[in-house]
């Protein structure tokens, strides 16, 4: 009874290639995240999506498009990938409604670019 | 803007107590969440503070003074398993938008 997750867990793919990472969350919030975890290990956030309405969208380049089809749905397709693109892409959620909740994150994507 | 600082990495013994340290600057303050992060594995919640003073959940407290824009993880009875990154964030804006601390690693050794 996965809470969040994700697929692809690795994703291996050549310089200039288009992929899709797909995020699914079944604990009924309504806000959920794009994270990037570079090899330092530093937890960036991308985007934001709240009901299936963008709410964040971080200086991010344009290449990285989100999409949410429903609000347990999140993801995030990159085209022309670069070599910087490396990186472990984090899924979250959580429910926004009244004060600061946890962010519950998926397992997370491995992306590697070669 | 915000800016959160957090020692890289820090080492100590199985059985003892240690105390991670996360200093931060806001514009509004909205409390300060510390997560936990095996490696190669999720982020997971551990603590939220939001009001001053130090809140104890097991082995794991958790204190903050915002006059001094200041907070610490205090970890005791350390277990080798308690080996990962701390991250230390805080909400910025509104929908709960995160900012991490770089992380501090943390190495248990027997």
């Known amino acids: 009874d996965t809470a969040v997750s994700q697929t692809p867990k690795y994703l291996v793919t050549q310089m200039g290639n288009d992929k899709s990472i797909k995020c699914e969350q079944n604990?009924?919030?309504?806000?959920m995240y794009w994270y990037k975890q570079d090899s330092k290990k530093f937890l960036k956030i991308m985007f934001s999506y709240n009901n299936k309405e963008l709410i964040i969208n971080e200086t991010v380049p344009n290449r990285f498009s989100p999409k949410s089809p429903d609000k347990a749905h999140l993801n995030l397709h990159i085209n022309s990938l670069e070599l910087g693109d490396s990186a472990v892409y984090f899924c979250?959620?959580?429910?926004?409604?009244?004060?600061?909740?946890?962010?519950?994150f998926g397992p997370g994507t491995r992306l590697t670019v070669l | 803007g915000q800016n959160i600082d957090q020692p890289t990495e820090m080492t100590a013994t199985e059985g003892a107590i240690v105390q991670i340290n996360c200093t931060y600057q806001t514009s509004g303050f909205n409390g300060l969440f510390w997560y936990q992060q095996h490696a190669g594995e999720a982020p997971t919640f551990l603590s939220y503070n939001v009001l001053d003073g130090l809140e104890e959940k097991g082995r794991f407290s958790s204190f903050l003074s915002r006059s001094k824009g200041y907070s610490y993880l205090l970890l005791k009875e350390l277990q080798m398993k308690d080996s990962a990154s701390y991250l230390c964030?805080?909400?910025?804006?509104?929908?709960?938008?995160?900012?991490f601390g770089a992380g501090t690693r943390l190495a248990v050794h027997p």
């Open positions: 979250a959620s959580t429910e926004t409604s009244g004060s600061y909740n946890e962010q519950f």
């Open positions: 964030a805080v909400p910025s804006g509104g929908y709960n938008k995160l900012i």
């Open positions: 604990l009924g919030h309504d806000t």
